[in-house]
């Protein structure tokens, strides 16, 4: 039983017993090896391209954060160059308010009419500019991170 068995799986193509059923057989099996191997590859070349994609995403979302972090720190110092620019704007305020209390009263003491300028409430109205606007220079290099 076990030579039947060793000669039907042999798959020799000078036993003549071999039938075209056994010829077929082998056709099919084969095929399917060459089948298989195919698939192998495919899905290694796949795999090989989606280690190629994850090397790119990575390096790309490496640049993404330095550059949300180039990002970030240049708000903070602008941030912080705008809260200095408020604290001044505000000691300016106050500054000119003793000024025009000094001209109420030379214009009381003096009798003279003195043109006294409104101080604005950078606070109600923080986008009205009570001087002229002026272009500001800004430098392209500001913008890059």
Known sequence: MGSVRRRASSGSDSDPRCGPADDRKRKRMESNRESARRSRMRKQKQMEDLVGEL??????NGQLAASID?????YAEVE??????????AELADRLRSLNSVLEIVQVVSGLAVDIPEVPDPLMKPWQ???????IMASADMFEC
């Open 55 to 60: 090397g790119q995403l990575q390096q790309a």
């Open 70 to 74: 180039a990002a970030a720190q240049k």
């Open 80 to 89: 912080s160059a705008n809260n200095v620019l408020r604290a001044q704007a």
């Open 129 to 135: 500019f009570s001087c002229p606007i002026q272009p």
